[in-house]
């Protein structure tokens, strides 16, 4: 049993897929022109689905940054969607209960 312990303890590093970014590394990030700025990005998920913004992370997924972005439309769903922060194209969304 302790050796299964250790091998989860020891795989688990390896399976983290996102690390979060804080703003300064963000705002780093947007004036080295690694990623676009968060208007730009808010504008590209209006194109999707317009609504109140509620939250907002930017994370590292593998080499990729990806800005999670949740919405409520005016309709009333909650959508949360994926957009790569660099080139600012969809990555995936979907409808959150």
Known sequence: MNKVLLAVLLFFPLV?????????????????????????????ARQHHDGKILEVELEKKRKAFIYEIKILDKEGTLWEMKINATDGTLVSQEEED
């Not at 897929?17 to 022109?33: F, K, P, T, V």
Request: aromatic share 4%; no cysteine; charged share 40%.
């Open 16 to 44: 983290s897929q996102a690390d979060d970014i804080d703003h300064d590394d963000a705002y780093r990030l947007q004036q080295s022109g690694k990623i676009l700025s968060l208007e730009e990005i808010i504008e590209r």
